[in-house]
C-alpha cells in the first residue's frame, strides 16, 4: 500500500453532518511493518493548517507540474 499511495486525504463527519478534511498526509515509506506518514495540513481551530511541506515532488515534475 505504501508503494502505491503518494498522498491520503482523511475525509471525516462532523457530528452537524457536514463533510470536512482532517487531514492531509504524504506516504513517506514503509519502516518496521509500519507505514510512515508526513502531515502536510491539520485540522484546527481556524480550519485547515499548513502543518508541513511535500517531500516527494517527483512524480509532480515527471508529470509537468512544479
Given at each position: 500500500i505504501a508503494s502505491?499511495?503518494?498522498v491520503m486525504i482523511h475525509l471525516g463527519r462532523e457530528r452537524n453532518k457536514k463533510r470536512r478534511v482532517f487531514w492531509?498526509?504524504?506516504v513517506d515509506g514503509y519502516e518496521e511493518g509500519q507505514i510512515q506518514f508526513h502531515t502536510l495540513y491539520e485540522?484546527?481551530?481556524q480550519g485547515l493548517e499548513k502543518k508541513g511541506e511535500l517531500c516527494h515532488v517527483e512524480k509532480l515534475e515527471a508529470a509537468g507540474f512544479g
Amino acid at each position: 500500500i505504501a508503494s502505491a499511495l503518494d498522498v491520503m486525504i482523511h475525509l471525516g463527519r462532523e457530528r452537524n453532518k457536514k463533510r470536512r478534511v482532517f487531514w492531509i498526509v504524504e506516504v513517506d515509506g514503509y519502516e518496521e511493518g509500519q507505514i510512515q506518514f508526513h502531515t502536510l495540513y491539520e485540522l484546527g481551530e481556524q480550519g485547515l493548517e499548513k502543518k508541513g511541506e511535500l517531500c516527494h515532488v517527483e512524480k509532480l515534475e515527471a508529470a509537468g507540474f512544479g
